[in-house]
């Protein structure tokens, strides 16, 4: 099956650590992106890669920092420099081309205890 | 900055009734939209896109408005099922931005009674 598949489902963190989430696609799809969702709230992009070994900040970047060392993994680490981690983290990818959608991980939940 | 938004946070409807849900945006340079279904604690799916050089689009049982003059995009959900209940979301895309990004409204809970 083709997708988006992060890893863990659910992240407990103590203050002061820094956390890698995982992010894999198989869709050959050459852009992905990391968006923050907060309760009741919308996303908002914190990175995005359009090509390998390129990525660019996105609204919320401070206190994330992504690689992108192979086309379909997008890793994030959320850093103690972030100062309210807690929050639903959510991979997506695309085509080329800005015309096309976006798909959706299933997302991982980051607690910071 | 220029954002998309929506009007109402929460709609409720009843089993059977059509769904409309509606999406305002400010981006006159906006030329292709997209809505999202997301159901609690997952990943937004994607519903149906469209572009600006279209009024409307139909899939199965939803339908996109474009009204370019008002800057407004609408959802119909014909038929509204329980399963129907989620977070609609609508996304734009700015045509003089070079970068793939879309940019995401805040959202409407669509509530179906029983």
């Known amino acids: 099956d083709g997708g988006i598949t992060q890893s863990p489902k659910y992240l407990f963190r103590k203050e002061g650590q820094n956390v890698t989430l995982s992010c894999e696609q198989n869709?050959?799809?050459?852009?992905m992106y990391w968006y923050r969702q907060d309760p009741g709230q919308g996303l908002r992009l914190i990175y995005y890669?359009?090509?390998?070994?390129?990525?660019q900040k996105g609204d919320i970047a401070e206190g994330y920092s992504v690689s992108r060392e192979k086309k379909e993994s997008f890793p994030l680490t959320v850093t103690s420099a972030q100062k309210n981690p807690t929050a639903f983290y959510l991979c997506?990818?695309?085509?080329?081309?800005?015309?096309?959608?976006?798909?959706f991980g299933p997302g991982t939940r980051l607690t910071v205890l | 900055g220029e954002s998309v938004g929506l009007h109402l946070p929460t709609l409720s409807v009843q089993e059977g009734d059509n769904s409309i849900i509606n999406c305002a945006y400010s981006?006159?340079?906006?030329?292709?939209f997209i809505w999202y279904k997301q159901e609690s604690g997952k990943g937004p799916q994607f519903i149906i896109d469209?572009?600006?050089?279209?009024d409307k689009r139909q899939g199965q049982r939803v339908t996109v408005l474009l009204n370019k003059t008002v800057k407004h995009l609408s959802l119909q959900i014909a038929a509204t099922q329980p399963g129907d209940s989620a977070v609609y979301f609508c996304?734009?895309?700015?045509?003089?931005?070079?970068?793939?990004?879309?940019?995401f409204g805040s959202g409407t809970r669509l509530l179906v009674r029983p």
């Open positions: 997506a990818s695309s085509l080329a081309g800005g015309y096309n959608e976006q798909f």
């Open positions: 869709l050959n799809h050459d852009a």
């Open positions: 890669s359009q090509i390998v070994n390129d990525f």
């Open positions: 981006n006159s340079a906006s030329d292709y």
């Open positions: 469209i572009r600006s050089n279209m």
């Open positions: 996304a734009e895309k700015d045509r003089m931005d070079s970068s793939y990004k879309l940019i």
